[in-house]
């Protein structure tokens, strides 16, 4: 089975071919072959349909750059790395039937990416860019049964969402949760805290770390020049990758957000599932003034 591996991938690459089918072949690993030397540069569809695979390689984008679709359904992944956001060219990311419990920002980054299927895992919330970008249409995360909320971008999309929203004891899950009415959702992990309308101001470490984004992006445009010693390794990484951009302004969003729900049966895709699910909408503001001005059916 490994030599008729090696040699279909070796074809492939001395062929120069952008289909390859790797479904059905009982993969506990990513195959080395696929990562050897220059990779794969014009390979353009990889196939790993119902394999056992359980993560992805860093060097993913570095070897397979020129990727358009990527099919992993039915295998047993629980992590993608951030280095997919690489894949700079990806149009289709097919991650259903897998084991993912988080999703990386990163997929939410990926500027090509027109469809997203993530169904039959078990994500509990998605990340709050996710749908910024114009290009992504068409996003599936049905039957993910505790995921409660979808970002606001989604709104104007195509979603599938039917067997989300199942009762979960808040208790059980070590998230920050956020709740209007009778509806609860969970926030992403890096959200460290949750804003309310009566805040009148931000967080001093928020702030902060606005401040030095802006002056990045508008007048030095190179992190390099904060080095380990002046900030905190993890605070750097967050100035490169904020959690989110607020819904309403477009502002990063690094430590805190102020959270908005719209329920699903209040809008007018609800007649599309027919109570098949329970799931909000919600918008991710960057302060007070932007929540109370966020309307989503405006």
């Given at each position: 089975?490994?030599?008729?591996?090696?040699?279909?991938?070796?074809?492939?690459?001395?062929?120069?071919?952008?289909?390859?089918?790797?479904?059905?072949?009982?993969?506990?690993?990513?195959?080395?072959?696929?990562?050897?030397?220059?990779?794969?540069?014009?390979?353009?569809?990889?196939?790993?349909?119902?394999?056992?695979?359980?993560?992805?390689?860093?060097?993913?984008?570095?070897?397979?750059?020129?990727?358009?679709?990527?099919?992993?359904?039915?295998?047993?992944?629980?992590?993608?790395?951030?280095?997919?956001?690489?894949?700079?060219?990806?149009?289709?990311?097919?991650?259903?039937?897998?084991?993912?419990?988080?999703?990386?920002?990163?997929?939410?980054?990926?500027?090509?990416?027109?469809?997203?299927?993530?169904?039959?895992?078990?994500?509990?919330?998605?990340?709050?860019?996710?749908?910024?970008?114009?290009?992504?249409?068409?996003?599936?995360?049905?039957?993910?049964?505790?995921?409660?909320?979808?970002?606001?971008?989604?709104?104007?999309?195509?979603?599938?969402?039917?067997?989300?929203?199942?009762?979960?004891?808040?208790?059980?899950?070590?998230?920050?949760?956020?709740?209007?009415?009778?509806?609860?959702?969970?926030?992403?992990?890096?959200?460290?805290?949750?804003?309310?309308?009566?805040?009148?101001?931000?967080p001093l470490q928020e702030l902060a770390m606005r401040s030095l984004h802006h002056t990045y992006h508008s007048f030095l445009k190179d992190l390099n020049f904060l080095s380990p010693i002046s900030l905190p390794r993890s605070l750097l990484e967050l100035?490169?990758?904020?959690?989110?951009?607020?819904?309403?302004?477009?502002?990063?969003?690094?430590?805190?957000?102020?959270?908005?729900?719209?329920?699903?049966?209040?809008?007018?895709?609800?007649?599309?599932?027919?109570?098949?699910?329970?799931?909000?909408?919600?918008?991710?503001?960057?302060?007070?003034?932007?929540?109370?001005?966020?309307?989503?059916?405006?």
């Amino acid at each position: 089975m490994a030599s008729e591996l090696c040699k279909t991938i070796s074809v492939a690459r001395l062929e120069k071919h952008k289909n390859l089918f790797l479904n059905y072949r009982n993969l506990h690993h990513f195959p080395l072959e696929l990562l050897k030397d220059e990779g794969l540069q014009y390979l353009e569809r990889l196939y790993m349909k119902r394999n056992s695979l359980t993560t992805l390689p860093e060097n993913l984008a570095q070897k397979l750059p020129n990727l358009v679709e990527l099919y992993l359904h039915s295998n047993n992944i629980v992590v993608v790395p951030e280095a997919i956001g690489s894949l700079v060219k990806l149009q289709c990311l097919d991650l259903s039937d897998n084991a993912l419990e988080i999703v990386c920002p990163e997929i939410g980054r990926l500027r090509a990416l027109r469809h997203l299927r993530l169904a039959n895992n078990q994500l509990q919330f998605l990340p709050p860019d996710l749908g910024r970008s114009r290009e992504l249409q068409y996003v599936y995360v049905d039957n993910n049964i505790h995921l409660k909320g979808l970002p606001s971008y989604l709104y104007n999309k195509v979603v599938g969402c039917n067997g989300c929203g199942a009762p979960i004891q808040v208790s059980e899950v070590k998230l920050l949760s956020f709740s209007s009415g009778q509806l609860t959702v969970f926030l992403p992990a890096e959200v460290k805290a949750i804003g309310t309308e009566k805040d009148r101001v931000l967080p001093l470490q928020e702030l902060a770390m606005r401040s030095l984004h802006h002056t990045y992006h508008s007048f030095l445009k190179d992190l390099n020049f904060l080095s380990p010693i002046s900030l905190p390794r993890s605070l750097l990484e967050l100035l490169h990758c904020p959690l989110g951009h607020c819904h309403r302004c477009s502002e990063p969003m690094f430590t805190i957000v102020y959270p908005k729900l719209f329920p699903l049966r209040e809008t007018p895709m609800a007649g599309l599932h027919q109570g098949k699910t329970a799931v909000s909408f919600v918008a991710y503001c960057c302060s007070t003034q932007c929540l109370q001005t966020f309307d989503l059916l405006s």
